[in-house]
């Protein structure tokens, strides 16, 4: 039975799925899109911006090595409702920092450790949704939390880039992204509230072992071997890796693409055309993909949509490559290109989730093994978005979009053998190792 804090009523499950991946997506987002959003507006490279953006992002690859930390130690709900604080106060402190001489490398090193935050806080999210729920419950609700994962991309990225575009007007760059930043940390204030009180507890509490560090280098030392050592595990590491590296590539430099100027190959959009681009056009096309998503895998099973997921997920990128070939004035072609990639992502993208959760996760560590699982994953978007800006100054946006449709190519390959472990129907307490 899941309880609230109150302990004496059932909760919804979406009541939580949904504003717990909300909060998930947000930091993920902010800093590795409408940062670079902000930093361009403030007069900052796109090769620095795309390289230290990137590289911050690196604590969602670490994770795991924390993971055991947070299984021994008080209950995941507590860690969900301190690292959800701990990013609004961090909002704040970048806010602050944005009207200072030297603001790149004080807010970069703020957002690292809203990362780090970040990354804790998935580990603990995703322990709560695959904790409780059954394999039947996280099928179902899957492209629910795509959806509301992804919201946060639309309305960070969407919503609250467009209001920064409006402010500019008014109140200077500067200004504009302050206030924007403190929306952040009002957001998660709020949202470590609400979790206080809506999200399930354990209904008993597991004794802890001696919390000692020799205990927890035993513990983590048995989650690293017991994750490599899973049935075909090299296979679904390529897989997890491979599926978003076109991604890793795109999304850094898209933002950078629609607003740099027509004279450089750009699209010279304002800062707030882009946003409303992302918060309009794309946002219900990514909602709807989502969910859709969710109930074409229920209805087909995960190894039979897998592919077509897949195609999903990479060919949509083809827009962006004519986007800079045409170099388009009018918003209505732009809005239909987003459309097209947002759909396409949010339908895709479940795949992956699900794969991670039922193929990789299983076993005693779950939590910390879906936590690896994720964190490798991040390798095939960080790494490429480090040097994606490079790669963009040295061959143009034009070239550098039919790049990106090269590397989908790996995506397919890997697809197509991916390893199927346990059986789809098979209940978890079969599968504990």
């Not at 609400?194 to 205990?215: D, M, T």
């Not at 087909?300 to 004035?329: D, E, M, T």
Request: charged share 15%.
């Amino acid at each position: 039975m899941i309880k609230n804090n109150s302990g004496n009523r059932l909760v919804n499950p979406i009541l939580w799925i949904s504003t717990l991946y909300f909060a998930m997506g947000m930091p993920f987002v902010t800093i590795n899109a409408v940062s670079g959003i902000m930093y361009k507006d403030m007069g900052i490279s796109d090769s620095k911006i795309t390289f230290w953006t990137a590289l911050i992002m690196f604590s969602w690859t670490l994770k795991p090595l924390w993971s055991p930390f947070l299984e021994i130690y008080k209950t995941k709900k507590f860690f969900v409702v301190f690292t959800q604080f701990a990013i609004g106060i961090l909002f704040a402190l970048v806010a602050l920092s944005l009207q200072l001489p030297d603001f790149f490398k004080y807010s970069i090193a703020l957002f690292a450790v809203v990362a780090f935050c970040g990354a804790t806080h998935d580990v603990v999210a995703d322990g709560t949704y695959i904790g409780f729920l059954t394999n039947k419950e996280q099928a179902k609700y899957i492209g629910w939390q795509g959806a509301f994962y992804n919201l946060a991309k639309i309305i960070s990225s969407g919503a609250l880039v467009y209001f920064a575009g409006v402010l500019e007007k008014t109140k200077g760059v500067t200004h504009a992204w302050m206030l924007i930043m403190g929306i952040y940390a009002l957001l998660f204030f709020a949202l470590a509230v609400y979790h206080y009180f809506i999200l399930p507890k354990e209904e008993r509490e597991v004794p802890k072992e001696e919390k000692s560090a020799r205990n927890v280098r035993k513990e983590l030392l048995e989650v690293i071997t017991s994750f490599f050592t899973k049935r075909k595990i090299i296979w679904s590491i390529l897989f997890i890796i491979l599926y978003r590296f076109a991604e890793g590539f795109a999304i850094k430099i898209a933002p950078l693409f629609f607003k740099a100027p027509r004279s450089s190959g750009g699209l010279g959009l304002s800062t707030s055309e882009i946003g409303l681009i992302y918060g309009t056009y794309g946002s219900a096309a990514f909602i709807l993909g989502s969910v859709l998503a969710g109930y074409f895998i229920s209805a087909r099973g995960l190894k039979k949509s897998l592919i077509w997921l897949c195609c999903a997920f990479n060919i949509p990128f083809i827009v962006y490559a004519l986007l800079a070939y045409y170099q388009p004035v009018d918003l209505l072609p732009v809005g239909i290109a987003v459309v097209v990639e947002y759909f396409g992502y949010g339908f895709g993208f479940v795949g992956l989730m699900l794969y991670m959760m039922q193929q990789i996760a299983p076993g005693k560590h779950k939590t910390a093994h879906y936590a690896f699982a994720t964190g490798i994953m991040n390798l095939g978007v960080m790494i490429p978005g480090m040097f994606s800006g490079m790669i963009s100054d040295c061959i143009g946006y034009k070239m550098f979009f039919i790049w990106v449709l090269v590397a989908t190519i790996p995506a397919f390959l890997v697809t197509l053998f991916v390893p199927f472990p346990y059986l789809e129907n098979q209940k978890e307490q079969e599968i504990n190792q």
